[in-house]
C-alpha cells in the first residue's frame, strides 16, 4: 500500500514531536508499505532514514506569506496526483479536498471546545486566524473518510458537534525514549526560602492560560506559603509572552514566578528530578504530553479540572478551577503539605503511565487504521483501537 503523509503543518511543539515520532517508529517497524511524507524543512524531518520511507521538504516558495494555506494545499493536491496513493494521512487537523480516502488527525483542540472562554479572551487577530482556520475544518471535513482523536473525550465532543462519523480514538504515545537524556540542568536558581518549587513546562499560547499565574504569585508571597513556579518561556515566543515577562518585573514578583528558559530536550529528566510538582492551569488542550512526562518522572500534577486533564491523569493528580486565583493557591498549597498525598499522585502517576502506549504501538494503531481505509473496510465497532 502507498500511503500519502500531509504533515506540513508539524512544525513546532507537540505536533512536531507526532510527526516525528510517528515516521521514526515505522522506520523501525516490519511494515511493508511505501510511505511518502510531505514535511516542512529543518525540523528534524530530513535525518530519517529508511528506504520505505520518501521525504519530501516542502519549497519553501509555498510556506512563506499570508497565502500559505492555499498554497500548499494547492501544492499537496500536484504531489497526490503525481504520487497516486492508496490513502492520505492528513495529520495537521485540516483534510485534503481530494476523492483519495483519507484519515484526519485531529490535535487543535479549539475545533471541539466553543465554549472555552479562550475564544473570548485572545486578541482580535488571533480571534480571526483561528475562526478562519475553524472554518476551514469544517468545510473540509467531508473529504476524510475518518477522524483520529487522541482521547475518548475528544471522541465524544468530535461526535457531539459534528455528527455521527468515523472517529477512532488512537492514544497519545509516551514519547519517553527522546527524553533518555541526561544532561544536567544547573539554571535552576536556589532559594532557600522556597520549600517547594513547581514547574510550568510549556511555551506560551494564549489557552495555556499563564496570565493566572499573576495574581497567585502574589497571593503565595502575600501568604510566605513557600512556593515559587519556575517559567520556560522566550520573549520572542508571543507579544503575550514579552508583556507577561514585564509584569512579573513590574509587579516585583520576580522571586516566586522565576523564568528560566526553554529547556533543551535532553535536559528535561534533569529538570524534572528537582522539582516537587508539575502547574498547569492550562484551558485547552487535545492530549498534552507533558501529563505524562511529569506522571513518568513521578512528579505531581496540579491542573485544571476540565474533562482533558482528567481523560490523561485520571487519579493522578489534583484538579483545580484554572479562573480562580485563590482555588490554585489553595490546591497547590493544601497538597504540598500532605506528605502522604504527594507520595500517594506519584505512585498513582507512574501507575498510570505504564498503561499508555509506546511509540511502537500507536504507530501499529494508525498503519491498521490506514489500511482499513485504503481498502475501504470499516468495521462495525468503532473507538479505541486494540
Not at 500519502?4 to 511493508?32: C, I, K, M, P, Y
Not at 480514538?169 to 533518555?180: E, K
Not at 493522578?316 to 493544601?334: G, L, M, R, W
Request: aromatic content about 8%; glycine content about 8%; overall charge positive.
Amino acid at each position: 500500500m502507498r500511503i500519502f503523509v500531509n504533515a506540513v503543518s508539524l512544525r513546532t511543539a507537540g505536533g512536531l514531536s507526532v510527526g516525528l515520532n510517528f515516521l521514526q517508529a515505522f522506520g523501525e517497524s516490519s511494515f511493508d508499505h511505501e510511505l511518502h511524507a510531505f514535511v516542512p524543512g529543518d525540523c528534524g524531518y530530513e535525518r530519517i532514514r529508511d528506504e520505505r520511507i520518501k521525504i519530501h521538504v516542502v519549497p519553501r516558495k509555498y510556506d512563506i506569506g499570508p497565502l500559505k494555506f492555499a498554497l500548499v494545499s494547492r501544492w499537496l493536491l500536484r504531489q497526490i496526483r503525481d504520487v497516486v496513493p492508496d490513502v492520505v494521512f492528513s495529520m495537521g487537523n485540516i483534510a485534503l479536498p481530494t476523492r483519495v480516502p483519507q484519515l484526519l488527525l485531529l490535535q487543535w483542540a479549539y475545533a471541539i471546545y466553543p465554549e472555552s472562554p479562550v475564544w473570548r479572551r485572545m486578541g482580535w487577530r488571533s480571534y480571526l486566524e483561528r475562526r478562519a482556520r475553524l472554518h476551514m475544518f469544517r468545510t473540509r471535513l467531508r473529504f476524510a473518510t475518518a477522524v483520529a482523536v487522541q482521547t475518548e473525550t475528544a471522541r465524544m465532543r468530535m461526535r457531539r458537534l459534528y455528527g455521527e462519523r468515523w472517529v477512532e480514538v488512537v492514544p497519545n504515545a509516551v514519547t519517553l525514549p527522546a527524553l533518555g537524556g541526561s544532561d544536567r540542568l544547573d539554571v535552576v536558581p536556589h532559594d532557600p526560602a522556597a520549600r517547594w518549587t513547581l514547574l510550568c513546562l510549556t511555551r506560551y499560547y494564549p489557552h495555556k492560560n499563564l496570565e493566572i499565574l499573576l495574581p497567585v504569585a502574589r497571593m503565595l508571597k502575600e501568604r510566605a506559603a513557600g512556593v515559587r513556579v519556575l517559567l520556560t518561556l522566550a520573549a520572542d515566543q508571543h507579544p503575550g509572552a514579552r508583556r507577561l515577562l514585564r509584569e512579573i518585573d513590574r509587579q516585583g514578583i520576580g522571586d516566586v514566578l522565576v523564568n528560566i528558559g526553554p529547556v533543551p530536550m535532553a535536559s528535561i529528566p534533569s529538570l524534572y528530578a528537582q522539582v516537587d510538582g508539575l502547574l498547569l492551569p492550562t484551558l485547552l488542550e487535545s492530549f498534552s504530553g507533558t501529563y505524562v512526562e511529569a506522571m513518568h518522572f513521578g512528579v505531581p500534577i496540579f491542573t485544571s479540572d476540565r474533562d482533558f486533564a482528567r481523560d490523561v491523569c485520571g487519579d493522578a493528580a489534583v484538579y483545580f478551577d484554572p479562573e480562580s486565583p485563590e482555588s490554585i493557591c489553595e490546591s497547590v498549597t493544601s497538597a504540598l503539605s500532605n506528605g502522604a498525598l504527594v507520595e500517594s499522585l506519584k505512585a498513582r502517576g507512574r501507575a498510570r503511565v505504564a498503561g499508555f502506549p509506546d511509540w511502537a504501538q500507536v504507530c501499529g494503531m494508525y498503519v491498521s487504521l490506514l489500511e482499513r481505509i485504503g481498502s475501504g473496510s470499516r468495521t462495525a465497532t468503532e473507538g479505541r483501537l486494540p
